[in-house]
C-alpha cells in the first residue's frame, strides 16, 4: 500500500522557505507568481494542510479537473480556494501551474477588519479542491487586474495604509469569486440538471431500500455519494432548486411519506421509522409543517 506523506505549513515564512523564495515582507500575507515556484517533483502522494487562506489564478496548467460529475481540460483561466485546515492531496503525476499566482492570506491579518469575520461567509472556500472556478477570458483578465495591483502593493514600502489598501483588493478578489462562481452554476445548468437527477434517484433509493434503519439520508450522505463537497452541492441545487440540499431532502421525505398514507394501511409510527426517523413525533412535526396537515388528516383527506 502507497504510504502519503503530510506537508502541514503554519506560516507564510514556511511556505516562502519550502517554495525557495525570498522571505515575506509582511508574516502575514503574501503574493507569489507561480513562474517563480521551483520545479517541484512530488515522489509520493502527499496531504497538504496550510494555516492560512489562499486564493490561486492558474494560467497555465496542462492537466485536468473535476467539475461536478464531469471532468474538464483546461490550461488556463482557473482559480481556487482554499480555508485554514482544508486538507487536499497531491499525487506523484501532479503537474503545477506553469504561470499564475498565489494569493496567501493568515486570519490574523483580517482580525480586526471587517472582512475577517465575512471571509468566512464566501461558501466556496468549503468547496473541494476539484470544484474550481473556470473563467472566461474577460473574467480571467478582471482577476489579473486585481493580482497585478496586489503585486504593485507588495513592492511599495509597508506604511499605515498599506493594510487596508490589501484588504481591499482582497475583498475585491473574492467579490468577484462569488460573482463568477454564480455564472458558473447558471451556465453549467445542464451539468447541474443530470446533478439533480442523480440526487433525487439516490434519494429514492435510499428511502426504498435497508437504509432507513441507518436513520434520515443526510446532506453528507448525498455530497459523499456524488464525491462533491456538502457546501458545493448545496449551492449547486440552490442555484437550480431555489432549495438546499436539506431541503430537497425534506421534500423527498414527504413525497415518499404521502405515497405511503395513501397507499397503504401503515400507521403514522410505522411510516415514520420505514423513512428513518427515530421519533415519530419528528415525522408528524415535518410533516405539518410542510403541508399544514396532520398525517391523519392528510390520510383522512386523500381517503
Same mark, same amino acid.
Given at each position: 500500500m502507497e504510504t502519503t506523506t503530510t506537508v502541514h505549513i503554519q506560516s507564510i515564512a514556511q511556505l516562502h522557505q519550502l517554495l525557495k523564495q525570498p522571505k515575506p515582507k509582511h508574516p502575514l500575507v503574501s503574493l507569489i507568481r507561480f513562474e517563480d515556484f521551483p520545479?517541484?517533483?512530488v515522489e509520493r502522494r502527499t496531504r497538504l494542510i496550510t494555516d492560512f487562506y489562499q486564493v490561486t489564478l492558474k494560467t497555465e496548467c496542462p492537466c485536468k479537473i473535476q467539475y461536478g460529475?464531469?471532468?474538464?481540460?483546461?490550461d488556463e483561466g482557473?482559480?481556487?480556494?482554499?480555508?485554514?485546515k482544508?486538507?487536499?492531496?497531491?499525487?506523484?503525476?501532479?503537474v503545477f501551474a506553469r504561470a499564475g499566482w498565489q494569493l496567501s492570506i493568515h486570519p490574523d491579518f483580517l482580525r480586526n477588519s471587517p472582512l475577517g469575520p465575512r471571509i468566512r461567509a464566501y461558501g466556496y472556500f468549503d468547496y473541494s479542491v476539484n470544484e474550481a472556478l473556470i473563467l472566461s477570458e474577460e473574467e480571467q483578465q478582471a482577476m489579473e487586474n486585481i493580482f497585478l495591483q496586489l503585486q504593485k502593493e507588495a513592492l511599495l514600502p509597508i506604511d499605515n495604509f498599506s493594510q487596508d489598501v490589501w484588504i481591499a483588493?482582497?475583498?475585491? /478578489?473574492? @467579490?468577484?469569486?462569488?460573482?463568477?462562481?454564480?455564472?458558473q452554476f447558471i451556465t453549467r445548468k445542464a451539468v447541474s440538471s443530470d446533478l439533480l437527477d442523480n440526487v433525487q434517484k439516490l434519494l429514492d433509493s435510499y428511502?426504498?431500500?435497508?437504509h432507513v434503519d441507518k436513520? /434520515?439520508? @443526510?446532506a453528507q450522505y448525498l455530497a459523499e455519494a456524488m464525491h462533491l463537497s456538502s457546501k458545493y452541492l448545496s449551492d449547486c441545487l440552490k442555484q437550480l432548486t431555489g432549495n438546499t440540499t436539506q431541503q430537497l431532502i425534506h421534500e423527498k421525505l414527504i413525497e415518499h411519506a404521502k405515497e405511503k398514507l395513501s397507499t397503504t394501511e401503515l400507521s403514522v409510527s410505522e411510516i415514520a421509522y420505514a423513512l428513518g426517523f427515530e421519533y415519530p413525533q419528528s415525522f408528524s412535526k415535518l410533516f405539518k409543517s410542510k403541508t399544514q396537515q396532520t398525517p391523519l388528516q392528510f390520510r383522512a383527506d386523500y381517503n
Open positions: 520545479e517541484i517533483k460529475q464531469s471532468m474538464f481540460d483546461f482557473v482559480m481556487s480556494c482554499f480555508a485554514p482544508q486538507v487536499s492531496f497531491i499525487d506523484k503525476d501532479f483588493n482582497i475583498e475585491l /478578489l473574492l @467579490t468577484y469569486c462569488d460573482r463568477y462562481y454564480n455564472r428511502l426504498e431500500s435497508d436513520g /434520515l439520508p @443526510t
